[in-house]
């Protein structure tokens, strides 16, 4: 007697059952390194921030530092930061520009900063030798569906957190 090729109900079902949880444990695994590259996205940014303030507070250049985020006002969307000496980006000392490559992932959901610097919503200037900045203010970044939230107080230190 020839025995029927094929699968029985029971291996079907122990087959869906693994590949089941083979797809939970790669969902989980993916959201949470989603996490952690947004976690470090934002991470990058404050130390970005950071570093422009110590350099207003220490005197560098002897001018104000700044940051400016030349992000796409469609897409939100930029490649890099700019931490630049003098009380603006329209006035300041192109050759002392220090350019930070940013991932062309990050999406710049918010910039608030309260008042502008000359109109301009993209930069965060910190007064020279105090660090300090005109008004707080805030980034929202999202990377990967995931968001955080930069809060820069007019002391001129930024604090991440979740959102």
């Known amino acids: 007697m020839k025995k029927a090729a094929g699968f029985t109900l029971l ?3 122990i087959v869906i059952g693994l590949l089941s949880v083979v797809f939970f444990i790669g969902f ?5 390194v989603q996490k952690t590259l947004t976690r470090q996205s934002a991470k990058t940014f404050e130390q970005i921030l950071r570093a422009a303030s110590e350099r207003a507070r220490q005197g560098d250049a002897g001018t104000a ?3 400016y985020i030349p ?5 939100r969307r930029t490649n890099q930061a700019v931490v630049f000496s003098g ?7 192109p050759s002392l ?18 008042p502008a610097s000359d109109g301009n919503d993209h930069e965060v200037v910190f007064d020279y030798l105090t660090g300090q900045m005109a008004a707080a203010g805030s980034l929202t970044l999202t990377f990967f569906e995931e968001s955080l939230l930069i809060s820069f107080s007019i002391t001129g230190l930024p604090v991440s957190d979740p959102l």
Request: charged share 15%.
């Open 11 to 13: 291996e079907i079902i």
């Open 28 to 32: 989980s695994m993916v959201t949470s």
């Open 87 to 93: 009380s603006s980006y329209v006035t300041r000392d």
């Open 71 to 75: 992000y796409n006002e469609v897409s």
């Open 97 to 114: 520009d220090i350019v930070y490559p940013v991932s062309s992932y990050l999406i710049f959901t918010s910039f608030k900063n309260n």
């Open 65 to 67: 530092w700044g940051v």
